[in-house]
């Protein structure tokens, strides 16, 4: 009896083994076809070095050579480049109202007769080219006017006549005729207003036939023997 248990216990144990070797023979095709998965993946298989080289960083750096480089030269509307510098104006006409100087004022002046250069000393009275020549820089559209008047064209120097402490001589010239020299006030240094017109002093303007006037010359000699010329149009320069 004890030799049929031991046989049965030995054919269910080959069974058993037999099953065991089935499953496992069953089992190996899946377990080596997961990596064949893998290696025949669309594309090829990245190693780490693959990995940082198409990182999104390195890929937008290729882009970013790989793109059409700007022409320096001109924008994209194909005008020039900016450059940054400002387009230069150019000086006034001299037939412009108030046109710049022909003579830098504060230029020294040919000895003219009669005139020496004075102290110019800072009195604060306005009384040497020292003082006034500020003044009348500031004020060059002011120098001269004119206005039409009983049929009349009228051309003032008055501006002129309330700084003349410092100035030696006044000089105008009238549509392209040498300039002449206009006579002016003196100035009164020992009076409260040194430049005030007092009677007798006569009238800061001459007449010219009407709308005669159109292109004025201006010549001033400073009391330091330095002059000014400016050149004015009627039309800068006309008032009501």
Request: charged fraction near 20%; glycine fraction near 6%; aromatic fraction near 6%.
């Amino acid at each position: 009896m004890l030799e049929v248990f031991l046989l049965m216990f030995s054919a269910s144990v080959h069974s058993l083994a037999t099953v065991d070797q089935v499953a496992a023979d069953s089992a190996a095709p899946a377990l080596a076809a997961a990596p064949m998965d893998v290696a025949q993946a669309p594309g090829e298989a990245e190693t780490p070095e693959n990995a940082v080289a198409t990182s999104p960083e390195t890929e937008t750096k290729k882009a970013v050579a790989a793109a059409p480089q700007e022409d320096k030269g001109t924008s994209a509307a194909g005008q020039e480049p900016d450059t940054g510098e400002e387009i230069a104006v150019m000086p006034e006409s001299k037939d412009d109202p108030a046109a710049l100087p022909s003579e830098t004022p504060g230029a020294h002046a040919e000895p003219a007769t009669g005139f020496a250069a004075e102290p110019q000393i800072a009195s604060g009275r306005f009384l040497t080219a020292l003082e006034v020549r500020p003044i009348l820089n500031a004020t060059r559209g002011n120098w001269i006017s004119v206005r039409e008047f009983g049929g009349q064209d009228l051309l003032y120097v008055s501006h002129l006549w309330a700084w003349r402490c410092g100035l030696h001589e006044i000089r105008v010239g009238v549509n392209g005729a040498a300039p002449e020299v206009w006579a002016m006030p003196e100035c009164r240094p020992d009076q409260t207003a040194p430049a005030a017109v007092l009677d007798g002093d006569g009238l800061p303007y001459r007449s010219f036939p009407r709308r005669s006037v159109q292109l004025i010359e201006v010549h001033l000699l400073y009391d330091d023997m330095t002059t000014a010329q400016l050149r004015f149009n009627r039309a800068g320069i006309v008032i009501p």
